[in-house]
């Protein structure tokens, strides 16, 4: 499993012109699941999620987590970051799981952050959605449950 972490002031996800999730202050995740995932590599992200202190302090540094800022999630299924382009321009998503088990972990992956205790916005798997965000920082943060990087 895969995830692309920005912190940000706001962040909003649109589907056909009408919003589906909208945030201020928090994270949005892109995540992307692999045809080998599994409930180990969903409770990875989900901790590395909650844990993630990438929030400055009263002295300006990296210390705080979401929930100790009160931040909120966008969610957004992605797919893409599975794409492989080692042996060409266009890519290959021959790794990327079948749309019924991403969607099934993206699920699940939402469900986790909100017993958690976060609010949890989302866009629509599978849907052709327009993301616009405020980067805060910017922070990036990549995460990948097998550790590649």
């Keep these: 499993m895969r995830a692309v972490i920005q912190r940000v002031s706001s962040a909003s996800c649109r589907v056909d012109g009408n919003i589906t ?6 994270f949005l995740v892109f995540l992307g699941v692999g045809e080998e995932d599994n409930d180990s590599d969903l409770e990875y992200i989900v901790k590395k999620t909650l844990g993630l202190r990438i929030f400055e302090d009263e002295n300006e540094k990296m210390n705080l987590s979401l929930s100790d800022v009160g931040g909120s999630v966008l969610a957004i299924s992605q797919f893409t970051l599975y794409g492989d382009v080692r042996k060409g ?8 799981a079948a749309p019924d088990i991403g969607e099934a972990y993206f699920e699940k992956y939402k469900e986790k952050l909100r017993e958690a205790g976060l609010t949890v916005e989302s866009g629509v798997f599978g849907a052709d959605m327009k993301i616009s965000l405020l980067n805060d920082g910017p922070v990036t943060i990549l995460l990948d449950s097998k550790k590649l990087f």
């Design 21 to 26: 999730g909208e945030i201020e202050k928090g």
């Design 89 to 96: 321009n266009r890519p290959a998503f021959i790794t990327a």
